[in-house]
């Protein structure tokens, strides 16, 4: 664990060094502390000399108020340095998923990915401090406690041979069997969250279907297998802290009888015989503390180890050493030859993915032209958009960007030219304004009533008490499905990108206002490249290129009049929509 973290330990060295100083000192006190006391016993008491008593105990309060004075200073050090660090990676660790390809997040999964994020993240800073505010005052204490009971009394010394003999074969077997319970429990954890997550985010889906039974037996099934993970760990925990602590306090009871004849036999003080007491509960505490210590470390190796897996997953798709740089942007998206596979897309060994999801993909989308493209469920349509900004790289072949390759070109400034709504709207919690404004940060109110009114939604807005300055809930939860597409649109199109991608976007508009918004649409970034995946006949009909795909290929593509007179495929298309739309319209 200390590899994993070596480079985040280095700006806080100076901090660590002053907490393990101020441990040796804490614990030094700590260790002198017993002998005064015995002192006070030996020298005070049994002779009745009330001003040693006096001198002893006031020396002894200013010691204890120095010894607590830097416990405080090194806790807050160890807690100070242990949450640092923590930052550090959870930040790292965001910046690296945040990087990942679309592949590389489907691999981890999205669950999981936040668990390692939080709760391991968590577990690790836990014994991060615990280790830095115990770390050097275990040893210490054991070995100074041990030097000091010798020195008080050789004889009752034998019993800390037995606390040894006992304690550490005892603490052995219980980190033994709590490493692959931890181990269990992460991943037991991680099922947890997925149940929960995708049932949150589908409780529409779960009501309709009326699944709400079946799915809360799901989730009590993963539930209670967790909660038999737990008690497990639990009964074996409470198996060995009893037993742990039931050993010392037998030898204490064994200290005291024994103590006793020795002092009868006038070869002990009593003075000496109660700090060797506290020296053996000093050694049973700071046995106790290792044991603990032992207890945290499997569980924070295992965080560990899936924080190390992400930190240590390079990014399927990078941006090259040199990129090329475009100096005069147009937005011509040219596909070449395409092949495409989702099975070499992930670092999943899973071979579940196999086959071509594209084959032989050829066209070509111009600069101020829309491309539209239409097909039958599963033919590849969405796949083939989602190799334009790189969220997937192709497995042969050539997509370019000004007839530039695009795995030439830098990530971050391919990406500043291309925007893609995606099939399924996604609005962040925030005002209207706070969302348009993702598109463009530094966009005027003016402007943003600008889209509002070319994705037909101003009027809406206008009628809200704040306006765009009105709330939107987490995933756009108060709004329709239709206003959250449009409110996507307005985003996406606000800064006029060389390149938008519409991903079906336009499926929960009706035919009158899906009209009137493409319209506006094109006027407003008649600049752009515009590429329209649609089921609609009408909102890609009068597209300058359509491209027809069926089972991963371009069967055909060209105007809509062209593809009536020389596509089947589009043609049947065509007629299956006119003589659904003509039955509604006769019912």
């Not at 577990?123 to 204490?141: K, M, W």
């Not at 400034?413 to 348009?436: C, W």
Request: overall charge positive; aromatic content about 10%.
């Amino acid at each position: 664990m200390l590899n994993l973290f070596k480079k985040y330990f280095k700006p806080y060295i100076f901090l660590i060094i002053l907490s393990l100083l101020f441990q040796i000192v804490q614990t030094l006190f700590t260790l002198y502390l017993p002998n005064l006391n015995a002192q006070i016993i030996d020298k005070g008491i049994v002779n009745g000399d009330i001003l040693y008593i006096q001198n002893q105990g006031f020396f002894m309060m200013v010691l204890v108020f120095l010894q607590v004075s830097f416990s405080i200073v090194n806790s807050y050090l160890s807690t100070n340095v242990s949450l640092s660090i923590a930052r550090n990676i959870r930040k790292d660790l965001y910046y690296k998923i945040q990087n990942f390809s679309s592949a590389d997040i489907n691999h981890f999964g999205v669950a999981t990915l936040i668990t390692r994020v939080t709760n391991d993240i968590q577990h690790v800073s836990t014994v991060l401090a615990f280790l830095f505010s115990v770390i050097i005052n275990i040893p210490i204490i054991i070995v100074g406690s041990v030097i000091m009971a010798i020195e008080n009394s050789l004889s009752l010394s034998m019993i800390l041979f037995v606390v040894f003999s006992l304690i550490i074969p005892l603490i052995m077997i219980f980190t033994k069997k709590l490493k692959p319970l931890f181990e269990l429990f992460q991943k037991q954890f991680d099922k947890v969250n997925m149940i929960l997550r995708d049932q949150i985010t589908g409780i529409q889906v779960v009501k309709s279907f009326v699944k709400e039974i079946s799915e809360y037996e799901r989730f009590k099934k993963a539930n209670k297998e967790l909660y038999g993970l737990n008690i497990r760990m639990g009964k074996l925990m409470s198996f060995f802290f009893p037993s742990f602590f039931l050993l010392p306090n037998f030898l204490i009871l064994v200290t005291v009888w024994y103590g006793g004849i020795l002092v009868n036999m006038g070869e002990l003080e009593i003075g000496a015989i109660t700090a060797f007491i506290t020296y053996l509960i000093y050694i049973t505490i700071a046995l106790s503390m290792f044991a603990m210590i032992l207890g945290f470390i499997p569980q924070a190796e295992v965080s560990a180890r899936r924080i190390l897996e992400v930190l240590n997953t390079e990014t399927s798709i990078t941006s090259p050493p040199k990129p090329i740089h475009i100096k005069n942007p147009q937005g011509n998206i040219k596909f070449k030859d395409v092949d495409f596979t989702y099975s070499n897309n992930s670092n999943n060994n899973s071979n579940n993915n196999t086959g071509f999801v594209l084959k032989n993909i050829n066209f070509i989308a111009k600069s101020s032209e829309v491309t539209g493209i239409i097909g039958n469920t599963a033919s590849g349509k969405s796949t083939l958009l989602q190799l334009i900004p790189r969220f997937y790289d192709v497995t042969n072949g050539m997509v370019s960007f000004d007839d530039i390759n695009v795995k030439n070109l830098n990530i971050d400034e391919l990406n500043s030219y291309i925007n893609f709504i995606p099939q399924k709207s996604f609005l962040f919690s925030g005002t209207i304004a706070e969302n348009l404004r993702l598109g463009k940060n530094d966009a005027t109110e003016d402007e943003l009533w600008e889209v509002l009114e070319i994705v037909q939604i101003a009027d809406f807005i206008k009628g809200l008490d704040k306006e765009i300055h009105s709330k939107v809930s987490q995933r756009g939860v108060n709004l329709s499905g239709g206003q959250q597409q449009r409110l996507t649109i307005a985003r996406a199109i606000l800064s006029k990108p060389k390149v938008i991608i519409f991903d079906d976007s336009f499926s929960a508009l009706d035919y009158s206002t899906d009209l009137k918004l493409r319209k506006a649409l094109t006027k407003f970034i008649k600049n752009s490249t515009i590429i329209i995946v649609s089921q609609r006949i009408s909102t890609i009909r009068d597209a300058d290129n359509i491209l027809v795909m069926d089972d991963g290929e371009i069967i055909s593509q060209g105007k809509h009049t062209d593809l009536m007179k020389n596509c089947k495929i589009y043609e049947s298309i065509v007629s299956s929509q006119l003589d659904f739309k003509n039955s509604m319209e006769g019912s």
